[in-house]
Structures are given as structure tokens and as C-alpha cells.
């Protein structure tokens, strides 16, 4: 069984942002996300597959978006 790990949202990793597509758990409150350490999802912008906990920093194409932009979005429109 993969370890989950306990990221805060502000992380620049794939698991952290709003166009990754892969198995998570957002703590809204707390502002993490849960995800197991083998976990991968694909990208929205790049259309690749992508591990949750590839570091996007070194990425040219990446359009990384904290997933709490995400959540504004969501609210103004509700």
C-alpha cells in the first residue's frame, strides 16, 4: 500500500494544481491535499500524464494554478 502524503496547496507540484486530473483529497479548510506518493493524473494543459509530485518549477509550458484560484472561481460563480 502506498504512503500518503500531506502537501500544502501552495506547493508547486502537479498534485497541487487546479489542471492536474489524478486521484486527491483537498482539504479546503487546511488548505493541503492528501495523495498517495505513487499517485499519477494527467495534465490538462500539456495533455500528458504527469506523477502527482513532479515539481513543475523547471517546467517551460507548465501554466501551474494554485488550486485555491480554483476555489475563488467556483464561489464567485455559486
Known amino acids: ?3 500518503k502524503l500531506i502537501l500544502p496547496t501552495e ?3 502537479c498534485a497541487t494544481c ?15 491535499v492528501v495523495v498517495s506518493e505513487e499517485c499519477h ?3 490538462l494543459v500539456q495533455a ?3 506523477p502527482g509530485l513532479h515539481d513543475v518549477r523547471l517546467e517551460c509550458v507548465c501554466i501551474w494554478e494554485d488550486l485555491e484560484s480554483d476555489e475563488d472561481g467556483l464561489q464567485a460563480l455559486g
Open 18 to 32: 487546479s489542471y492536474w486530473d489524478g486521484e486527491r483529497r483537498v482539504d479546503n479548510e487546511m488548505k493541503l
Open 11 to 13: 506547493v508547486k507540484v
Open 48 to 50: 500528458t500524464h504527469k
Open 41 to 43: 493524473g494527467e495534465c
Open 1 to 3: 500500500m502506498a504512503e
